[in-house]
């Protein structure tokens, strides 16, 4: 029963990218095919949720959530290796990075764009707080003191972003219209479960680092050195092709009318 339910779950997960990669052609054309096509004083009178930045973001979305969906897959894969993962998160940053950027031109009075830049806001230190988790465990497995301080590092930094993007979750579902917190799965709950684990570990093996020693009740206080920069993947997932249909020759008839 649990394998029927780890294939059928994973098979569900994969049609969910499927779908995210579809929407996110649909506006895509939305972008680049129907807005191009409407005169700008048109353009400006349309409603908050159909300008260009909006579009752009949302269509970014569903790329960003489509990797999240195959981190949770390779997190789910004994096969997966850590390399695999922390580029899949790394990805995971890019895009939402870049979603962040394609929104600040929306009115935070309406209820909806406020609720929206939380929801991008917990996301995106959601996946910094992945991309920092796997990277510390990569370098972890380096044997110089360099490579050990850099993992440290890197952990460190992955519980600051997991508490950042608690607060974040914490906002978007207290903002309203208010929203119920889910219970975590997937993604968020393997960070939840195993970053605070890892990083205290990691600690507590490596006092002659010069780490602070801390109970196992409390969060990281400090990050001893900056964390090294992320490796730059290139981005994998694209918008799935999406063309508008022809015109219906009676309908072409009417507008020239």
Not at 135 to 159: F, R, V, Y
Not at 201 to 230: A, C, F, M, Y
Request: aromatic share 6%.
């Amino acid at each position: 029963n649990d394998t029927k339910k780890h294939v059928y779950g994973a098979e569900s997960r994969r049609a969910t990218v499927d779908v995210f990669l579809k929407a996110a052609g649909y506006l895509d054309c939305a972008v680049n095919q129907v807005l191009p096509q409407i005169p700008p004083e048109k353009r400006r009178a349309l409603p908050v949720d159909l300008v260009e930045g909006n579009l752009k973001a949302l269509s970014l979305q569903g790329l960003g959530q489509g990797v999240d969906m195959q981190l949770g897959l390779a997190i789910d894969n004994p096969k997966a290796t850590l390399a695999v993962k922390r580029r899949l998160a790394c990805e995971m940053v890019k895009y939402w990075q870049q979603i962040k950027d394609s929104i600040p031109e929306l009115p935070l009075s309406d209820g909806w764009a406020k609720k929206h830049t939380l929801f991008v806001k917990w996301k995106y230190a959601e996946a910094k707080a992945a991309a920092y988790y796997f990277h510390g465990l990569i370098l972890d497995e380096g044997n110089t003191e360099k490579s050990q301080e850099m993992a440290i590092s890197s952990l460190q930094a992955s519980e600051e972003f997991l508490k950042e993007s608690k607060r974040a979750s914490k906002a978007f579902h207290s903002t309203p219209p208010t929203s119920r917190i889910s219970t975590p799965f997937g993604t968020t709950k393997h960070l939840l479960d195993m970053i605070p684990k890892e990083t205290l570990s990691k600690l507590q093996n490596n006092q002659d680092l010069n780490t602070q020693e801390r109970p196992s009740n409390t969060g990281v206080s400090q990050i001893i050195t900056p964390p090294p920069p992320l490796p730059d993947f290139p981005l994998a997932l694209n918008p799935e092709e999406y063309e508008l249909p022809q015109l219906d020759p009676l309908l072409k008839k009417e507008a020239n009318h």
